[in-house]
């Protein structure tokens, strides 16, 4: 099973230089524009099947413990990230659009057969 990650947006503030201290006030000329979200996918990620509440393995990982004790919920499910990937030619969402018919949700979307073709894991940056 393969999943896309969107990337990480940056912080609110990244492109906008702070054009106050704490005595003064905002100057109206140094806000000029918000940075947009870049709608690109930059890294592809490896899952496992869904895994249920005492179905992880090794509760030293971030949330691990609590998730096998029901802390997240009765109807919770974990996906281990076996690898990720970073492309090295990022897809734009006009080409996801065009190509694969695929928009980007607000989490997360199952890779097509084409589209995994297409990007080739063994040319790209592997991070874990």
Known sequence: ????????N????SGIRKAWSRSKKPSPASLKKK?????????????SHG??????DGEDGLGNADFNTGLQGPSAYAYEIKELYQLREPIP???????????????????S?????????????RLF
């Open 93 to 111: 969402l006009t080409e996801m659009k065009k190509k694969y018919g695929m928009t980007f949700p607000q989490r997360y979307v199952y890779v």
């Open 113 to 125: 057969d084409s589209m995994t073709q297409d990007i080739q894991f063994q040319n790209q940056t």
């Open 35 to 47: 940075p947009t979200p870049q709608q690109i996918l930059k890294y592809i990620a490896v899952i």
């Open 1 to 8: 099973m393969t999943e896309a990650l969107k990337s990480p």
């Open 10 to 13: 940056s912080s609110p503030s």
């Open 51 to 56: 895994k249920s509440l005492g179905e992880i």
